[in-house]
């Protein structure tokens, strides 16, 4: 099968992931995370300025219009799970026991600070949290504060078991999208993370 025809689970209506589609094929890309990711970890308000400094200077000019491509094809492809994410977790998390929003182990990763940063300039006003074994600070008693685009990916792309049930539950097609979408996020988040490690070789 030819990676055109691997792209066609992508919604027509997002433009720039059937694009990047096209280039990068379907393939799942797994393996992204990285456990020894330093900035997966708290950190408090003074740390995470300094963190957003340095990765600004980090980035390098040549790059810059191929990152912001790739950015904006997760924003595209983040905002259209938005719908399905919320009334999935409208139908669960309510009777949920173990809930995942304030696992120790939500945090920020550098392919979400790489995003953030080339898509809008800056980022959300800290990490999760500022200690461990403490409640995610964007967490309130009606859901996240922050608006899909803005939060850390593994809050989008992990369905606990009532979810995965739900999607199962979704006409072929529409499961088909939804894996689609999701997996082309991931591969797009891995080639922001290879172009700026490649940058960081680069001469500016």
Known sequence: MTRRKKGIHIPAELSI??????????????????????????????????????????????????????AQGIREGLLWCDETMDRYCGATCHACRDFCCDANGIYYDLADLIYLLILDGDLPVSQTRAKRNTSCRYLSAEG?????????????????????????????????????????????????????????????
């Open 144 to 204: 996240c504060i922050l608006p899909r685009m803005c939060r850390p990916f593994i809050c989008t792309w992990y369905l606990c078991e009532p979810q995965m049930e739900l999607l199962e539950a979704e006409p072929i097609p529409f499961q088909k999208q939804f894996t689609a979408v999701t997996q082309m996020i991931r591969r797009c988040r891995r080639q922001l993370l290879a172009l700026h490690e490649t940058s960081l070789r680069k001469p500016l």
């Open 17 to 70: 992931l059937a694009k990047l589609a096209q280039e990068y094929g379907h393939a799942d890309p797994s393996g992204e995370v990285d456990d020894a990711d330093r900035f997966k970890q708290p950190y408090n308000e003074v740390q995470w300025q300094g963190i957003s400094t340095e990765l600004k200077k980090s980035f390098a000019p040549h790059d810059w219009e191929r990152m912001r491509l790739l």
